[in-house]
């Protein structure tokens, strides 16, 4: 049956309108997406109701007697639909999707004709971003680039008439003015007594069982593994622990070049072994940590908030991992190995930025 939703409309006038729209799914005998607005939500809502009345007998005659819709479609309109699309909304991530509904509903943006976007509206969101919403110049690099990266979907699956062009001109003059800017090298490095504080919490949250969620031995393990959040919840399985040899294989692992993935198998300690090993057991495809990535950073955010730590972010364990594996004397292949990085060069720069006081072990 074709989806049905109803979104709301704001004309240049301030009045309020209500679209409904019908769009086809997989498997319905028509294709394709029909609108019809109303003055009212009453309205609206009565419409949907006997249409989707319609659709339950086989009549599906509105997708073949349309009204012409000269209405050009805006970037507000279709990323909403794109957030409620059955065929867009499961893939969408789930930070992502807050973002593009304040966008769809907050921003300069949102009346904007998709098909007319041109450079300078880019660069006006990023300005915008910058004075209205207080963010940092390289959060307003990420956000944008996640609005490009949905509106290139709803262009693709969705089937709309967008024009992506101008978003590089537009950031090119954005960062040039300071508006938006690349992401800055993180330089923290925890200190003992921070991780021994969040240890301490953890482990009171673990005897409370204030959690479903293990967050002692995940923590423990991206410390010890330098393990991205992605591989160590959903990405590795039974089946890739060698509990005779005691190694552990990371299969599709994030590599800078586009379509490539990497696989890489490494020896645990014994105490990393020793986490595996106490989860509960499942079949042999089953995650050995079967929690979504999302929700434990959102678990690790509250847990900053409680213990006042600013600005120490999840990822930032791996980089201490990776730091430990240095003063532990293992070599750059070695370490390479375990944390996934193809290029020795990057492990020896975050080696250099994290631990200035060392020497280089390429120089070397």
Request: charged share 30%; proline share 4%.
């Amino acid at each position: 049956m074709p989806s049905v939703f109803i979104e709301k409309v704001n004309s240049k006038k301030g009045v309020t309108k209500f679209k409904v729209r019908f769009r086809t799914q997989d498997g319905d005998p028509v294709k394709g997406q029909v609108t019809r607005t109303f003055c009212s939500l009453a309205k609206a809502n009565a419409f949907k109701k006997r249409q989707v009345e319609q659709f339950t007998k086989g009549n599906f005659s509105i997708f073949f007697y349309t009204k012409k819709n000269t209405e050009k479609e805006t970037v507000g309109t279709i990323l909403i639909d794109y957030l409620v699309n059955k065929s867009t909304s499961d893939n969408i991530a789930p930070r992502s999707k807050p973002l593009l509904k304040r966008i769809a509903t907050q921003s300069p943006i949102r009346d904007i004709p998709a098909e007319n976007l041109a450079g300078h509206h880019w660069y006006d969101l990023a300005r915008f971003m910058e004075q209205e919403w207080k963010i940092k110049p390289q959060t307003a690099s990420n956000y944008l680039s996640t609005l490009k990266s949905a509106l290139k979907r709803c262009k693709v699956v969705l089937n709309y008439k967008i024009e992506l062009n101008g978003y590089s001109e537009g950031m090119s003059v954005a960062r040039f003015d300071g508006y938006a800017a690349e992401s800055e090298a993180r330089t923290i490095r925890p200190t003992k007594s921070c991780l021994k504080n969040i240890e301490v919490a953890l482990i009171k949250e673990k005897l409370s069982q204030r959690r479903k969620i293990p967050m002692l031995e995940i923590f423990k393990f991206a410390l010890g593994s330098a393990l991205r959040l992605s591989e160590i919840c959903g990405k590795i399985t039974w089946q890739d622990l060698d509990e005779e040899k005691r190694t552990l294989t990371i299969r599709k692992r994030k590599t800078p070049r586009q379509g490539k993935t990497i696989t890489s198998c490494f020896e645990l300690s014994k105490e990393l072994f020793d986490i595996l090993i106490c989860q509960p057991r499942g079949k042999d495809t089953d995650p050995i940590f079967p929690y979504k990535p999302d929700s434990v950073g959102s678990a690790w955010r509250s847990l900053m908030k409680e213990l006042n730590i600013e600005d120490l972010h999840f990822h930032d364990l791996r980089a201490e991992a990776i730091c430990r594996l240095f003063e532990a004397n293992l070599s750059l292949a070695e370490i390479a190995k375990i944390s996934g990085h193809r290029d020795l060069n990057t492990l020896n720069n975050y080696y250099l930025r994290l631990l200035p006081t060392l020497p280089s072990k390429l120089a070397a």
